[in-house]
């Protein structure tokens, strides 16, 4: 008799309970991740009542996996540039959460007792939202569309990279068991480093590898590229002295750049599904109940802190913004739970084995108790938003009201913020470039070559000296040269006020001085020189890079390489929906904004015409663009018609959205809708002597219109099947074909 490995029963008794958990908690309308925990409470080793996992080791191998894959499919949804995007209202309110719940978690994990590790990873764990769990919450609720879940998913986005960087963070404290902050220093400046040079390089080449490809890639060869990459990345951070998850989560967010994304999310879906699945069951795995028994103060204590401190520090960062009361109470209250991001945590605390047992069950139970708090507290947001509103003193509302009205920025601060900001990406970008050639150059090839040839040291310096300034000269050539840094913003502010020459030359300096400092660096290395001489050198040969620079252009030509692969997903959106695009970009600060709203079949609107609905009177909205299929009717005028199935596209605030949307869709005051057939199928019935329309022509019967059905075919005498037209009279022994409802079918048949 053959042996069955542990591992193989081990995953059919956590897919098995998984399964039928989850059932049970998609009937009662609860999120299956709390499925997957209760079905890892039930198979782990700490209940006795079902058959319990023999080897967790493998099992915990396994939710390593799907710790990647979590990460993996989170970069496909992150996208760099939705960090771009994301405005200040999220980037201020995630950074405010995010300090303020590491602060209180710290102070909540010393008030226990526990040590300075569990304290600092208790901070860690409370400062993340639970993206997957509010994306449930606002979908139940219907709230997708509205102006505060904008700021919610923005401000997602800014957490979801914190919390790489937090991961890194926290594995370097939990390495040396100190906190030092020039290592901590050190430790951020590596992370941006190699976040940037990855993103650059990936971006340059992945997209233009993958189009090339695109004619000879079906499903199955996507998803293997796709895993090969995620999997390709994982390996080189690990190499580099990341974590596995921080490379699945970069190359995630590479592909999330490219036409393929949206594809590879889809069939990435269900090895993600998989693997987190086995990661969540692993979780409800390490929960002992006795220890939650034992510490149920802690649990009620840091479920308190969690939802009170993330409400008020959330809402408070929103408003900081500049939002107004009732949109920063709406967007704090949904973010007040914690979710996977904090399994994902104390599973890296549990790994370095710097946080406690106790830990790790009390968080879980955290995140069970929060994620059933959200729904209801984002139905109480609104409602509470307007009572504070009208408790407040006159002053204090006054003061708000002026405050989030917010301040106009004169054109010559924004000409200056515009530049600085292009002027510091450019800078920065080049750095990272320059410094990954340096490092290349020095730290692998030219030891390499030393250690193979050591009688050629010195030709081997003087060799890679020039060979790193070559691969330098387009980088050094793009930092220097004003016409990469948007000449015509520059000219501006050179004319607009005497007193900008001399900010703008220092500007040009500083780049100039960067080019000079890399330049030196190379030659101090290579060939020991002072620095002072160094830095002449370095200037004579940044000087002959700009006389000749208009011979070099192999930047220009990478950077167009890498602007349209960059762009080229977002180009590709914008013609398929240019209206919603560039609306996004304009409003997207202000109290309106964009639906996008199907209509019902039964709703009283399908069919009408957009002069006979008052939309403006009742509502306040305006239909910019109707969606029918793959076309599309941008700004409708009063004669274009709403059709069931379409899509409208509507502007206007949350309630004016919120109302228009339950009429468009209202299935109960609808038309026509109680008589609709309850099933159309396909079916044949043979003509005899009873058939009440024996001898009548199809016209003449008015079969169609009676009993809502359409005569398809007709076979006679043996003959193929024809397509009858209207004047074909039914005889006997036809075999008539008809399409509709069948129980009107059978009353045609009997004549009823």
Known sequence: MSHLPDLISDLALILISAGVITLLFKWLKQPLVLGYIVAGLLAGPYVHIFPTVVDVENINLWAEMGVVFLLFALGLEF??????????????????????????????????????????????????????????????????????????????????LVAIIMMVL?????????????????????????????FLVGIFVI?????????????????????????????????????????????????????????????????????????????????????????????????????????????????????????SIQSGFSLAQIGEFAFIIAALGVSLKVLDDFVYPIIVAVSVITTFTTPYFIRLSGPFAEWLYRVLPDKARDFLDRYSSGSKTINHESDWRKLLKLYVGKILIHSVLLTAILLLSTQVIHPLLVEKFPAMEMWGSIIMSVLTLLLMTPFLSGLVANK?????????????????????????????????????????????????????????VLILIILFRRDLNQYAKLEAHFLTNLNRREEVDRKRNPLKTSFNKQLSDKDIHLAVVPVSPCSPYAGKSLAELPLRKDFGVSIVEIIRGDYKIYIPGGTDHIYPQDKVVVVGTDEQLKAFQAKLEDQENGHSCGNQPEEITVNSFIVDESFPFLGQSITQSNVGRRYNCLIVGLERNGDSLITPDNDTIFEMDDLVWVVGDKSKIEEMIKGE
Not at 99 to 110: F, K, Q, R
Request: overall charge positive; charged content about 15%.
């Open 484 to 540: 990469n840094n948007s000449p015509e913003l520059f000219m501006s502010l050179w004319k607009d006020n005497k007193y900008n020459h001399g900010k703008l030359v220092a500007l040009v300096l500083f780049r100039v001085f960067v080019a000079i400092l890399f330049v030196s660096i190379v030659l101090i290395k290579y060939y020991h020189v002072q620095y002072g001489i160094g830095a002449i050198i370095a200037v004579g």
């Open 207 to 327: 997209p233009a590898l993958l189009k090339k490809v695109r004619k000879l890639m079906n499903d199955e060869t996507l998803l293997v590229i796709a895993l090969g990459l995620c999997l390709g990345m994982v390996v080189v951070a690990t190499k580099t002295g990341f974590s596995a998850a921080l490379g699945a989560f970069i190359m995630g967010s590479i592909l999330a750049e490219t036409i393929e994304a949206e594809r590879i999310e889809h069939i990435i879906k269900p090895v993600k599904d998989l693997f987190g699945a086995i990661f969540f069951v692993s979780v409800g795995m390490l929960v002992d109940p006795a220890i939650l028994a034992q510490y149920a103060w802690p649990v009620i204590l840091i479920t308190l802190v969690t939802i009170v401190g993330k409400a008020f520090f959330s809402s408070f960062g929103v408003l900081l913004s500049g939002q107004p009361l009732k949109t």
């Open 79 to 160: 996208s760099f540039k939705k960090l771009m995007n994301v405005g200040s209202t999220a980037f201020i309110t995630a950074m405010t959460e995010v300090i303020t719940m590491l602060i209180v978690g710290y102070l909540v994990g010393h008030l226990l007792g526990w040590s300075i590790m569990n304290s600092i990873f208790l901070g860690g764990m409370l400062s993340m939202s639970s993206t997957t769990i509010i994306i449930k919450a606002f979908d139940d609720l219907g709230l997708r569309n509205q102006r505060f879940t904008g700021i919610v998913f923005g401000t997602l986005v800014v957490e979801d």
């Open 170 to 198: 926290l594995s370097t404290m939990a390495v040396s068991q100190e906190f030092a902050g020039e290592e901590m220093v050190g430790s951020i400046l590596k992370v941006a480093f190699f976040l940037i040079l990855w």
